[in-house]
DNA sequence: GTGACTGTCCTATGACAATAGGACAGTCGG
DNA sequence: CCGACTGTCCTATTGTCATAGGACAGTCAC
């Protein structure tokens, strides 16, 4: 699992975190029971306060997604149930409003958004095929 | 133009405005020396303070995008150099990557995520429609 | 038990976003 | 001139993010 922060994004860094790990765990790029990164490497890692990962943390265990165990450390819930069809909807809806809304002010007509649509999805499923093909 | 402002995206607000004026201006949806929408009343159709518009109205006079005359209004500079079609293609392709890449961390397929962005766009286009029948 | 690790709690501080509202000066139509 | 508008400046307050560092309790290998 990479973690990438964005210091310039202006999205709090802790939430970040949380969209990032609780994405990856949505979509089996952690499995459960495996145990998250400890707080004080991975703040260092990331070059940031110690107190900033334990809030993501903390807010990944209030939204089910991860249990704590103090003095042994955090892992993937067992019962972590994948999002629901409609919350996935909802986290999707957010994103594509923020192209389309994009696109509007920079004159983007319809079906010139709708083929870079295409071209974007095309590139990446490329790009995934490749990195399966070299595993 | 049509202003739109997601409280809950962690971005600030005058940044919104900053970003989505700034692409209206460089692709032609707002012309040269064309007056942009009075501090007050933008700030209340927004429903923010009138602080918060004249920060984004400051910040876009300090990249050079807006001129803003005390005692008349702000208004789009003439030497705004417009974006090249690439240079818009570059901005939303980077919009649209992000929601790729969500879509395959929740393992959205490819038809369904297309016809989620077909419904946004309709949902947008219609918005867009109410509100230029409003005025 | 000791030491090294784990997460947790606490206070304090600084920076920033956003709010609220008062006050001022310039512009312009009447 | 007057009133309504324009942008600007100011202080104060609230809330959040992030930082820093101290202190504590649980876990585990040795």
Do not use: W
């Amino acid at each position: 699992m990479l973690l990438q922060i964005d210091f310039k994004s202006g999205k709090p860094v802790y939430l970040q975190l949380v969209d990032q790990i609780r994405y990856a765990a949505a979509s089996g790029g952690l499995r459960t029971g495996e145990p998250l990164p400890s707080i004080r490497p991975l703040a260092e890692e990331l070059r940031v306060n110690r107190n900033t990962v334990a809030k993501a943390y903390a807010e990944l265990e209030n939204q089910g997604v991860i249990e704590t165990i103090p003095g042994k450390g955090c892992f993937l819930k067992e019962s972590n149930s994948p999002f629901t069809k409609s919350a996935r909807a909802k986290i999707l809806t957010k994103e594509i409003d923020e192209a389309v809304v994009a696109a509007h002010h920079l004159q983007v007509d319809r079906d010139a958004f709708l083929a870079l649509v295409k071209e974007r999805l095309d590139s990446f499923e490329r790009k995934v095929k490749e990195k399966s093909d070299n595993d």
